[in-house]
């Protein structure tokens, strides 16, 4: 059973930082593209953070290049979003996701994944 649990949010003023973890279980990170999500209330989820297969550097989109880094874990079966210099508009419910579907694909389109955790709240007060 496939299953992604992600932990780590929390609240912090602007200027802080955040590590997200999230542990796989179903399957190994390596097996699969896998990116970190966000949405904000009343806003569509937008991807911050996306690993391919085989594992390359990860790509990010320009809101938070420089200021977001994923890695990963291969012994802990986890991926992490570190995040730094966090704004406000960095809030929202942050989700781990993975594809298993061959082809091609948006690696920051969320119709584009099947796996979902159950997300982490990020709160960036100013």
């Known amino acids: 059973q496939v299953q992604l649990v992600e932990s780590g949010g929390g609240s912090v003023q602007a200027g802080g930082s955040l590590r997200l973890a999230c542990v796989v279980s179903g399957f190994t990170i390596d097996s699969y593209p896998m990116a970190w999500f966000r949405q904000a209330p009343m806003k569509e989820r937008e991807g911050v953070a996306a690993i391919y297969i085989p594992a390359t550097d990860a790509d990010y989109p320009v809101s938070v290049v420089g200021r977001f880094t994923l890695s990963q874990d291969s012994a802990a079966n986890t991926i992490y979003l570190q995040m730094h210099k966090l704004k406000p508009e960095d809030t929202g419910m942050y989700y781990c996701?993975?594809?298993?579907?061959?082809?091609?694909?948006?690696?920051?389109?969320?119709?584009?994944?099947?796996?979902w955790g159950q997300g982490t709240q990020v709160t960036v007060s100013s």
């Open positions: 996701a993975a594809r298993s579907r061959p082809g091609d694909y948006d690696p920051f389109k969320y119709q584009d994944y099947n796996y």
